[in-house]
């Protein structure tokens, strides 16, 4: 059974910069859009940004000129590198292909952007 495993969270100081990473446990993705999200009000998960397997990108306004996703299909890994980090952004990150399923939400990966 497919599982999405995050990993590249930590602790940076404003203005700094994390790589986090998606990889697949059977190796191949299998979805033509997969995206990084983060929790957003209660309970819901706000997309953060995609990419489709045509290379297409999309991002929220609130990261826009700070985050870039990246697909490496030999390795089948999706990168979210983010660059100018804000306290704003602390949050759990994780990734789900689009629409989201709920079995493959995972533990996601803790970013936290504090002095």
């Known amino acids: 059974q497919l599982q999405l495993v995050q990993s590249g969270g930590g602790l940076v100081q404003p203005g700094g910069s994390l790589r986090l990473s998606c990889a697949a446990s059977?190796?191949?993705?299998?979805?033509?859009?997969m995206g990084w999200y983060r929790r957003s009000s209660g309970k819901r998960r706000e997309l953060v940004s995609s990419?489709?397997?045509?290379?297409?990108?999309y991002y929220v306004q609130s990261v826009k000129g700070r985050v870039t996703i990246t697909s490496d299909d030999d390795r089948n890994i999706i990168d979210l590198q983010m660059t100018n980090l804000k306290p704003e952004d602390t949050n759990v990150y994780y990734c789900?292909?689009?629409?989201?399923?709920?079995?493959?939400w995972g533990q996601g990966t803790q970013v936290t952007v504090s002095l």
């Open positions: 059977t190796g191949s993705f299998e979805f033509s859009r």
């Open positions: 789900n292909r689009i629409p989201d399923e709920d079995k493959l």
């Open positions: 990419i489709g397997s045509d290379g297409s990108t």
